[in-house]
């Protein structure tokens, strides 16, 4: 088997993680495993495996014919079966099938905003389903949009998946006391809604002040960006609520923190929790796209509705006032995440399915 996975860029974000980590875990198990990087890379490129035959098109437009052929180009070189393309690089794995018809697209939908399905813009990736041998989604949402919106019928619904990365160095250094650092792993994206963050950390403050947050995910310089920051001076939470922008030291990181957070009024299925349960970390998430169906409430962690502040403030003060319970549900985590979103148990799935399209 012969599959190059391609993603628009490298930068830190959930799709392209799911990029590299299929592009690496399958050089250890298939004939050939390429990453194919169109637009931009960015700080994963350096978790690339030295096994995965990597290429950058320098994409400079929507059809740029170089960028186009140079994927045909080595497409046919490397004798490739499948392209997996994630998220809107379904477009460009289009585009070169239409000059290169043998070529097989399996288009892996990551849609973080599963919440909102019925305003999603569709014409475009209707059109092109035509061309998909089969198609990989992160949640039962986003499953049953594709059986009744595109017209390939193959969907396939796969976990997301982490795996360990021994060699990580330590370059970031979160503030705060030891101890009582909450940290919350998402882009600065608005369905991410660290707006949400912010009221807890305000109700916090008065409760117990010793305990900060730890904002790590790339800041787009927007308008949301610029609320974010306006609210955490406007609520006097410079010394309660820090912003990192991306980091790569990313298992690093969550080594340094206490509690793990995601205050998300909509996901697919967060890479930042199964990161989490990895790294035996106690949690509060909201319960959004796949995440209840990984998370047993009370069990292995603590879920809170959406844009629910007073809900989301109360189950972190029980996990803040008691250790033995927080020290619980990350063990309990961990063997979930061990069990269902290792990269080996997915992989296998991945190619059983693969086989049979």
């Known amino acids: 088997m012969r599959i190059v996975q391609i993603i628009d860029s490298l930068e830190a974000g959930g799709a392209e993680r799911m990029a590299v980590n299929y592009a690496n875990e399958l050089s250890a198990q298939i004939a050939f495993s390429g990453l194919v990087c169109s637009r931009a890379e960015g700080s994963l490129k350096e978790f690339i495996n030295p096994k995965v035959n990597f290429l950058f098109l320098e994409r400079k437009r929507t059809l740029d014919l170089k960028a186009i052929f140079?994927?045909?180009?080595?497409?046919?070189?490397?004798?490739?079966?499948?392209?997996?393309?994630?998220?809107?690089?379904?477009?460009?794995?289009?585009?070169?099938?239409?000059?290169?018809?043998?070529?097989?697209?399996?288009?892996?939908?990551?849609?973080?905003?599963?919440?909102?399905?019925?305003?999603?813009?569709?014409?475009?990736?209707k059109h092109a389903s035509r061309f998909f041998r089969g198609i990989i989604v992160v949640n039962n949402n986003l499953k049953m949009?594709?059986?009744?919106?595109?017209?390939?019928?193959?969907?396939?619904?796969?976990?997301?998946?982490?795996?360990?990365?021994?060699?990580?160095?330590?370059?970031?250094?979160?503030?705060?006391?030891?101890?009582?650092?909450?940290?919350?792993?998402?882009?600065?994206?608005?369905?991410?809604n660290h707006l949400m963050l912010l009221q807890i950390a305000e109700k916090l403050q008065q409760t117990h002040p010793e305990w900060t947050f730890h904002l790590v995910g790339k800041d787009f310089q927007d308008d949301y960006?610029?609320?974010?920051?306006?609210?955490?001076?406007?609520?006097?939470?410079?010394?309660?609520?820090?912003?990192?922008?991306?980091?790569?030291?990313?298992?690093?990181?969550?080594?340094?923190?206490?509690?793990?957070?995601?205050?998300?009024?909509?996901?697919?299925l967060p890479v930042a929790l199964l990161e989490y349960g990895l790294h035996q970390k106690p949690i509060v998430v909201t319960t959004v796209g796949e995440i209840p169906q990984i998370i047993t409430n009370g069990v292995d962690g603590l879920m809170v509705a959406p844009d629910d502040p007073n809900g989301f403030y109360n189950s972190l003060t029980t996990l803040i006032e008691n250790p033995d319970l927080r020290q619980k549900y990350a063990s309990a985590l961990k063997q979930t995440i061990m069990r269902n979103n290792f990269g080996s148990n997915v992989i296998s799935q991945y190619l059983n399915w693969i086989d049979n399209l």
């Open 145 to 192: 949009w594709a059986a009744s919106k595109l017209h390939c019928k193959e969907v396939l619904y796969l976990p997301n998946f982490t795996a360990v990365d021994q060699n990580q160095e330590r370059s970031t250094v979160l503030h705060g006391s030891q101890g009582k650092r909450i940290l919350c792993l998402a882009n600065l994206r608005s369905q991410k």
């Open 225 to 268: 960006s610029t609320e974010i920051k306006r609210q955490i001076s406007s609520l006097n939470l410079q010394q309660a609520v820090f912003l990192y922008d991306s980091r790569t030291d990313i298992s690093a990181i969550i080594s340094q923190a206490d509690i793990a957070i995601l205050t998300s009024s909509s996901e697919g």
């Open 70 to 125: 140079r994927l045909r180009k080595f497409c046919i070189d490397n004798k490739i079966d499948f392209v997996h393309a994630h998220s809107s690089s379904y477009f460009l794995a289009t585009l070169v099938k239409l000059t290169y018809p043998k070529l097989k697209i399996v288009w892996h939908d990551h849609n973080g905003m599963s919440e909102f399905l019925n305003s999603r813009e569709s014409a475009m990736i």
